[in-house]
């Protein structure tokens, strides 16, 4: 991050809202569900592995020359799967699109470098992390079709399948948008 300005958490995730939009934009057909975000990261010119990261990691992105590689654990349900490629992407986006920033300077992935989620820290305060939640849940679970769902009366457990997303992350979603 630049020297001065620092990042608040509201603007955090304002910032993720708008590249997920711009990401569903460019890179998905509007309207079409659920939202494939493995399928986007390959558009983006990400490479994709499914690994076995371990018992405590969800997913990694290290950068590389012109691009990334994804590394997804394979021991994890394809709901959770699907957050955990849609995260990854996040943090990839965050760091190809700076111009979204106003203001905020943020460097390229370093060759080698990168991240590494892990389940115990999930919930972890570092705006990066705070910009990589809020991206996914605005990629797999657009505002104006969470919101129709829910007034619609769609229960949780029929939201989450209708995202592909599990129930966890459709309470959380509920929660942002101040719908729960
Ligand atoms: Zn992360």
Redesign the pocket.
């Known amino acids: 991050m630049a020297d001065g300005k620092v990042m608040t958490y509201g603007e955090a995730r304002r910032i993720a809202r708008k590249l997920a939009e711009d990401t569903l934009e460019h890179y998905w057909t509007s309207g079409k569900f659920p939202v494939d975000p493995i399928k986007i990261a390959r558009k983006c010119g990400i490479e994709i592995y499914d690994s076995q990261l371990g018992k405590d990691r969800w997913?990694m992105?290290i950068g590389g020359d012109n691009s990334a590689t994804m590394y997804l654990d394979v021991d994890q349900p394809p709901s959770r799967k699907r957050f955990s490629a849609a995260?990854?992407l996040?943090?990839y986006m965050t760091h190809s699109a700076a111009e979204s920033f106003d203001g905020f300077e943020v460097e390229p992935i370093k060759p080698g470098e990168g991240?590494?989620?892990a389940r115990s820290d999930?919930d972890r305060g570092?705006v990066?992390?705070v910009i990589?939640?809020e991206f996914a849940g605005n990629l797999l679970m657009p505002e104006g079709k969470f919101r129709e769902l829910k007034e619609n009366g769609n229960s949780d457990i029929a939201i989450a399948s209708f995202f592909k997303v599990s129930v966890d992350a459709v309470s959380y979603r509920s929660r942002r948008l101040g719908l729960a």
């Open positions: 997913g992105l995260h990854e996040g943090h991240y590494e989620d999930q570092n990066f992390e990589a939640n």
